[in-house]
């Protein structure tokens, strides 16, 4: 085999390995769900999120946090009940699971409810209900996925947007960044869940 015929094949290779290198985990800078925190606080263009007014301390906040949290929870405890089974039940059972902690655990830190956290959790009821109009069951694990999988990417778009920037105090700001990490993990299992259900 001729030297320019080895390099032919090595440079695949070799690209692959170099990109392999530059992926972080989930939410890492490399990563696809890399933070991009807005400099300052501007509300997400998320449909039917209660764009308005603005968010007034931490407590309100981690609100929208706590709002996000038992949105996912309805969502994922309507699955089970659906019985959707496989990979797509497993994912249902862990939401729930990572989802109850972490609302016990907002709530501890002070999470306000407000209109705009109200706003968030009337369209997370609104989407369990759309997604539980579906009969057919490989349609509605689809559309619970589908579900899963939006949800995810609309707070990780607030958060970076608006929750992160309007955070005040140090502690709250360090606790929205593990949590952005958390949601960039579960969107990734998400999209994972959607191609192997």
């Not at 030297?3 to 696809?32: I, K, Q, T, Y």
């Not at 989802?99 to 968030?120: C, K, N, P």
């Not at 609104?126 to 609309?154: H, I, Q, V, W």
């Not at 990490?181 to 191609?195: D, K, N, P, W, Y």
């Amino acid at each position: 085999m001729g030297l320019n015929r080895m390099r032919l094949r090595s440079g695949p290779v070799l690209f692959a390995a170099l990109v392999a290198a530059g992926c972080g985990g989930p939410g890492s800078e490399a990563s696809r769900t890399a933070p991009e925190v807005a400099p300052a606080p501007r509300p997400a263009v998320i449909t039917g999120s209660g764009l308005g007014t603005p968010l007034q301390g931490d407590g309100q906040v981690l609100g929208m946090l706590a709002a996000f949290e038992q949105n996912e929870i309805d969502l994922a405890r309507q699955a089970i009940s659906r019985g959707v089974g496989g990979k797509s039940e497993d994912f249902a059972h862990g939401m729930v699971r990572d989802h109850e902690r972490a609302l016990a655990d907002v709530r501890q830190r002070g999470a306000e409810e407000s209109e705009r956290s109200r706003a968030w959790r009337a369209r997370g009821q609104a989407t369990t209900a759309s997604t539980g109009m579906e009969d057919e069951p490989n349609s509605y694990r689809n559309a619970f996925l589908k579900a899963a999988t939006a949800d995810y990417g609309d707070a990780l778009k607030a958060m970076d947007a608006e929750w992160l920037p309007s955070a005040k105090g140090a502690d709250t700001r360090a606790y929205l960044v593990a949590s952005r990490t958390r949601l960039a993990e579960a969107f990734e299992r998400a999209q994972a869940a959607v191609s192997t259900r």
